[in-house]
């Protein structure tokens, strides 16, 4: 467990933050998104397992007329094949469901990355030229000027884009 004093107030609050948006998004989710998400939160489990196990063993020992008083009602397997079939259906359908609503959770996570990122950049660019103009004002010599005044220009995220595409285009 971490101690709380060992973060930050700004850090706190952020966490906190996140923490009480994921749980406003748990609790205003949909009533079929509940569903999904309970049916493949079970479906990933090991009790899933267990209980699958003990249902498709005792319907094969069942139906090999293995079990004494017991009359087969699928000795060919046909319906427990349709039945797998059909649950491996629906099964995948609320995995994708989910996948989604994780995909989308994912997206909104990545924006907030970029949002954040692009302030930062905002804000680094803007102590640069602070920093370089008073420095100019004190005559304190600095080397790499050349590096200072590109680091003063803003980045245009529409133009980094378009570099990224570009060098994406030239590889095979």
Same mark, same amino acid.
């Given at each position: 467990m971490?101690d709380d004093?060992?973060?930050?107030?700004?850090?706190?609050?952020?966490?906190?933050?996140?923490?009480?948006?994921r749980?406003?998004?748990?609790a205003?989710?949909?009533?079929?998104e509940?569903?999904?998400r309970?049916?493949?939160?079970?479906?990933?489990?090991?009790?899933?397992?267990?209980?699958?196990?003990?249902?498709?063993?005792?319907w094969?020992?069942?139906?090999?007329?293995?079990?004494? #008083?017991?009359?087969p009602?699928?000795?060919?397997?046909?319906?427990? +094949?349709?039945? *797998?079939?059909?649950? =491996? %259906?629906?099964?995948?359908?609320?995995?994708?469901?989910?996948?989604?609503?994780?995909?989308?959770?994912a997206?909104?996570?990545?924006?907030?990355?970029?949002?954040?990122?692009?302030?930062?950049?905002?804000?680094?660019?803007?102590?640069?030229?602070?920093?370089?103009t008073i420095?100019?004002?004190?005559h304190?010599?600095?080397? #790499?000027?050349?590096?200072?005044e590109?680091?003063?220009?803003?980045? +245009?995220?529409? *133009?980094?884009?378009? =570099? %990224?595409?570009?060098?994406e285009?030239e590889?095979?």
């Open positions: 971490t004093r060992s973060l930050n107030s700004a850090l706190r609050r952020n966490i906190d933050a996140l923490r009480k948006r749980a406003d998004e748990e205003h989710a949909g009533f079929e509940r569903v999904a309970a049916i493949t939160r079970f479906t990933g489990s090991l009790y899933f397992v267990y209980v699958h196990a003990a249902i498709y063993g005792f094969i020992v069942a139906n090999l007329g293995s079990i004494p #008083g017991v009359k009602w699928d000795p060919t397997f046909v319906i427990l +094949a349709m039945v *797998a079939s059909v649950e =491996a %259906i629906f099964l995948s359908t609320f995995i994708l469901i989910t996948q989604n609503r994780m995909a989308a959770a997206d909104r996570r990545a924006e907030l990355d970029l949002q954040v990122s692009l302030l930062a950049e905002a804000e680094i660019t803007k102590l640069v030229e602070l920093v370089s420095a100019d004002r004190m304190v010599p600095t080397s #790499g000027q050349q590096e200072i590109e680091m003063k220009q803003r980045v +245009a995220p529409e *133009a980094v884009l378009d =570099a %990224i595409e570009e060098t285009a590889t095979p």
